[in-house]
């Protein structure tokens, strides 16, 4: 189970923290990832975490956003900052888990909308 926290509203400029937590019964976790979606486009790529090794980011959030993990929490945050109205959109985590196989699990996504 993921449970996201740190959706919401905010004015141009400013920032916001996303949070999602996994929970249950798994042997590990391996990348950990930020998609976003608005009505009518397809879901996309913010920026992903594997346990070890370098972030990805989408050109569109590269010096705005910064994706870490804590691992004995087995969380991924998205700290996001200069935000843009263009950033509006609900965001979801991602993130791949292994219970014998490796499985793929989305969080219930968080709605962030910044104001111009």
């Known amino acids: 189970q993921l449970v996201e926290s740190g959706g919401g509203l905010v004015q141009a400029g400013g920032s916001l923290r996303l949070s999602c937590a996994a929970s249950?019964?798994?042997?590990?976790?391996?990348?950990m990832g930020w998609y976003r979606q608005v009505p009518g486009k397809q879901r996309e790529l913010v920026a992903a975490?594997?346990?070890?090794?370098?972030?990805n980011y989408a050109d569109s959030v590269k010096g705005r956003f910064t994706i870490s993990r804590d691992n004995a929490k087995n969380t991924v945050y998205l700290q996001m900052n200069s935000l843009k109205p263009e950033d509006t959109a609900v965001y979801y985590c991602?993130?791949?888990?292994?219970?014998?196989?490796?499985?793929?699990?989305w969080g219930q996504g968080t709605q962030v909308t910044v104001s111009s």
């Open positions: 991602n993130v791949d888990v292994f219970t014998g196989g490796w499985q793929d699990y």
């Open positions: 249950g019964s798994f042997f590990s976790i391996g990348v």
């Open positions: 975490i594997p346990r070890g090794g370098s972030t």
